[in-house]
């Protein structure tokens, strides 16, 4: 069974910075995108940052958060900088992935992370 399991969440200041982590754990063949989503409080989950072989971003978090990789040890960073209020949500980590060639890419979720960001 696939686990993804996040870290780095909490309480920052406006323009402080935070980092999340998130670990895919099982048996994997091959993981084709990882990416980060949020949910705030009454609103629907939305892209933040998508990495593959290139990354894309949400332009409300565009040269303030940056995604990165480690295909060796499956996990993905989120360097969140510059944070806002508005940034303030609970974190997800999805990953698109093979379990095997012979099976079809499937996508998991972390059980996610709450950022808050408040004076």
């Known amino acids: 069974q696939v686990q993804l399991v996040e870290s780095g969440g909490g309480l920052v200041q406006p323009g402080g910075s935070l980092r999340l982590s998130c670990a895919a754990s099982g048996s994997i063949y091959n993981i084709y995108a990882m990416a980060w989503y949020r949910q705030a409080p009454g609103k629907q989950r939305e892209l933040v940052a998508v990495i593959t072989g290139t990354t894309n971003y949400a332009d409300a978090v565009k040269g303030r958060f940056t995604i990165s990789r480690d295909n060796a040890k499956n996990t993905v960073n989120l360097q969140m900088n510059s944070l806002k209020p508005e940034d303030t949500a609970v974190y997800y980590c999805?990953?698109?992935?093979?379990?095997?060639?012979?099976?079809?890419?499937?996508?998991?979720w972390g059980q996610g992370t709450q950022v808050t960001v408040s004076s």
């Open positions: 999805n990953a698109q992935l093979q379990l095997s060639r012979l099976l079809p890419v499937s996508e998991y």
